[in-house]
């Protein structure tokens, strides 16, 4: 069955950096794009970044543009989210999920399945 295992959180202090990594295996296609998410405590999830496995294109959140930067291995089931400048307001639980598609979408409604997530927290 298709499964998305997120590895790479932990704790780090304000300023710092952080790579995420996310490992998918069961896929039933190879059209489809991987997306990172995040939720905070008491707020709702968020896009990120998404990364298509036909060429690679990625798209990002609008905010989350020039510290977040999303890549994938050439065997495109691992994908990388490089997360740096960080800040508090970044401590969350960090998500990947996959969707099935030809499109790179950044609403959590459109993925269809979800790995368990990695917690991220920022603090000195």
């Known amino acids: 069955q298709v499964q998305l295992v997120e590895s790479g959180g932990g704790l780090v202090q304000p300023g710092g950096s952080l790579r995420l990594s996310c490992v998918g295996s069961?896929?039933?296609?190879?059209?489809?794009?991987i997306g990172w998410f995040r939720q905070a405590p008491g707020k709702e999830r968020e896009g990120i970044a998404c990364?298509?496995?036909?060429?690679?294109?990625?798209r990002y959140a609008d905010d989350m543009k020039g510290r977040f930067f999303v890549s994938r291995d050439g065997n495109k089931l691992t994908v990388q989210l490089q997360m740096s400048s960080l800040e508090s307001e970044d401590t969350a639980v960090y998500y990947c999920?996959?969707?099935?598609?030809?499109?790179?979408?950044?609403?959590?409604?459109?993925?269809?399945?979800w790995g368990q997530g990695t917690q991220v927290t920022v603090s000195s």
């Open positions: 069961g896929f039933f296609s190879d059209v489809y794009s």
């Open positions: 990364i298509t496995s036909s060429d690679g294109e990625t």
């Open positions: 999920a996959v969707h099935f598609g030809t499109f790179c979408p950044l609403d959590s409604r459109l993925f269809d399945y």
